[in-house]
């Protein structure tokens, strides 16, 4: 059975993923994605893994949720506020959501992931194991990697550059 | 103790929460929030095998996980502020360059 700390952690991340989508300000959404993230990170605290936790705090609450943030703030106040969508979509949209569910329930009802289980003989995974999986065999999907979040934010940042202001910054000739 | 079926059932929970949000909300930045909540839901399925295992080669891949999503929003929030600037909307249903 579960415990106390998951049902607990469980009922923040859903909720809050909840009140991020409906929520009528986007901001409070954006920060109630960043709770629902944390916790993400507390359920990673659970599964002994807290190098990943750390690096989910630093990434996602640290970089992206308040990214989002920052995004709201540039877009102006008319277009933060959610329109009032029509019923039929809203319907819908729930129904294919539980259809979803039912279906992954009946996946894991049937299948023997429901006769696993975590021991607490075999120890968790240790954070050395990991920088070294990480030095050693995988370096070269690492280099990767760097290349392409570096790629990413110069991506970034050229799209989101502006033209029309460029030649006044430039020198009189 | 929490079993592996427990963390699979919190995961499908979250995927169906951001399919709502794919199907129904038009804001941009919504579709991203909901496009992050189904990412977050993989990792939480991916670091409850690597513990049951364990394993952890599970823990590396959701670390390259996460930071090939913090680039895809990257990006992703980057084409949001051109489309506004076009548009002056962040609805998607605004953008009609691209139909037709």
Known sequence: ?173 | MNQPSDFLIIAAVLISIGIYGIVVKRNALRLIISIELIANAVNLVIVAFSRMLPNPQGQVFVLFSIAISAAEVAVGLGIMIIAYRFYKDIDVTEYKNLKN
Do not use: H, W
């Open chain 1, 1 to 173: 059975m579960a415990d106390a700390m998951f049902v607990g952690l469980s009922i923040l991340t859903i909720g809050s993923a909840i009140i991020s989508l409906e929520s009528k300000e986007l901001l409070y959404g954006g920060i109630a994605l960043a709770v629902s993230l944390l916790g993400i990170a507390g359920f990673f605290v659970i599964l002994d893994a807290p190098f990943v936790a750390m690096f989910q705090i630093a990434v996602y609450v640290g970089a992206v949720a308040v990214l989002v943030i920052f995004t709201v703030m540039l877009v102006r106040s008319p277009n933060t506020v959610t329109k009032r969508e029509t019923v039929k979509r809203k319907i819908s949209g729930i129904i294919l959501s539980l259809a979803f569910l039912a279906l992954f329930g009946a996946f894991i009802g049937n299948s023997a992931v429901s006769q696993f289980s975590f021991s607490d003989a075999v120890p968790a995974v240790d954070i050395k194991e990991i920088g070294r999986e990480l030095l050693t065999y995988y370096s070269p999907v690492l280099i990767v990697l760097a290349f392409t979040l570096a790629g990413a934010i110069i991506g970034a940042l050229a799209l989101a550059r502006r033209e029309d202001i460029e030649e006044k910054n430039e020198p009189a000739k």
